[in-house]
């Protein structure tokens, strides 16, 4: 089983959408969680951390569920730049576990 | 500020043939990383540093060496490589340990071995 799942997508959804997706994990002992983004041929780079009382950054919500092992990330008004892979990413122990990604495709 | 800086960007190399992918960091950070990014899998550690001088395998680490002679300089090696190494190789540098602090990951060497 992988430490960390997510679905591989695509999620295809208009400008002004609202889009939103979940991430699991498998050692219920995991320490802290983030959302990398990944934009198509380019490196990860940090979208947020994930809270245990959730938090938000602009238009990006994301969500911890310690009982069912799994983070989600919202994204409200999708824009366009919105467009790439997004990357689960769970600390156990200082080593980092990474999801394939979730894509999410903003279409205008 | 550049950042992280990898080097090559490209490379397609013979089966049994070597070469060496260069990381250079500018912010001073102690702890770096070589990761690979294969289609359908998140990103897979190869070898990470905790500061100069030091290594340690992570999860893959068959077939490539790493050293890290200077604190700003990463080096990955491949001695002999084999098409299941066809990856794309990601070098990252941290301030802290296991997320404490973000990741700042280089452009990418995409590595094709035929």
């Known amino acids: 089983r992988k430490e960390v799942e997510q679905d591989p997508g695509p999620f295809n959804v208009p400008e002004g959408a609202t889009v939103a997706f979940n991430c699991t994990y498998s050692n219920s002992a995991s320490q802290s969680f983030f959302w990398y983004r990944q934009d198509c041929r380019k490196e990860p780079k940090l979208l947020m951390s994930?809270?245990?009382s959730g938090n938000e950054d602009g238009r990006f919500t994301a969500q911890l569920n310690r009982a069912s092992q799994y983070i989600s990330l919202l994204i409200r008004d999708s824009k366009l730049s919105d467009s790439a892979t997004y990357l689960c990413?769970?600390?156990?122990?200082?080593?980092?576990?990474f999801g394939a990604g979730t894509t999410v495709t903003v279409r205008a | 500020n550049a950042g992280v800086t990898q080097t090559p960007k490209f490379r397609v190399l013979k089966t049994g043939q070597s070469m060496t992918l260069l990381c250079a960091q500018d912010m001073n950070h102690e702890y770096m990383y070589w990761y690979r990014q294969d289609p359908g899998m998140g990103l897979r550690l190869i070898h990470y540093?905790?500061?100069?001088?030091?290594?340690a395998k992570g999860e893959v680490p068959d077939g490539y060496n790493v050293s890290r002679l200077k604190k700003q300089n990463f080096l990955l090696g491949l001695e002999s490589a084999a098409p299941s190494q066809t990856s794309v190789y990601f070098c990252a540098s941290s301030r802290e340990a296991g997320g404490g602090s973000p990741l700042h990951f280089g452009n990418g060497t995409r590595l094709t071995v035929t």
């Open positions: 990413v769970v600390n156990y122990d200082y080593k980092l576990s």
């Open positions: 540093s905790v500061g100069e001088g030091t290594t």
């Open positions: 994930v809270y245990s």
